[in-house]
């Protein structure tokens, strides 16, 4: 079992950064692809990130390419989420997820282990 602790959240202006952490515990993240998405009120959730296990490739959803950033630490058993240049349509609770096997990064049902998530608010 994995478990996933989201932090780093908050409040932040339009046109601030933030950067959330994902911390692993039960078992070493080495071995598992990481993936972040996010659920806005009222809306499904989606694709944001995802890292290979090496973090030797990363994916981004088009629309944020540019202005986020994945990265890893195995070492630290902890994957991070560079969010610069923040706009309120960016408020949702971010998530991260691991899995083991290869799939579709930006599908959430290829995963097999989620953390609960962290809130993010851009006001204007």
């Known amino acids: 079992q994995v478990q996933l602790v989201e932090s780093g959240g908050g409040l932040v202006q339009a046109g601030g950064s933030l950067r959330l952490s994902c911390a692993a515990s039960g078992r070493t993240l080495s071995s598992y692809a990481m993936g972040w998405f996010r659920q806005a009120p009222g809306k499904e959730r989606e694709f944001v990130a995802g890292?290979?296990?090496?973090?030797?490739?990363?994916y981004y959803a088009d629309s944020l390419k540019g202005r986020f950033t994945i990265s890893r630490e195995n070492g630290k058993n902890t994957v991070y989420l560079h969010m610069n240049s923040l706009k309120p349509e960016d408020t949702a609770v971010y998530y991260c997820?691991?899995?083991?096997?290869?799939?579709?990064?930006?599908?959430?049902?290829?995963?097999?282990?989620r953390g609960q998530g962290t809130q993010v608010t851009v006001s204007s």
């Open positions: 997820a691991a899995r083991r096997s290869y799939g579709d990064y930006t599908d959430t049902t290829t995963y097999d282990y």
């Open positions: 890292i290979r296990w090496s973090g030797s490739d990363t």
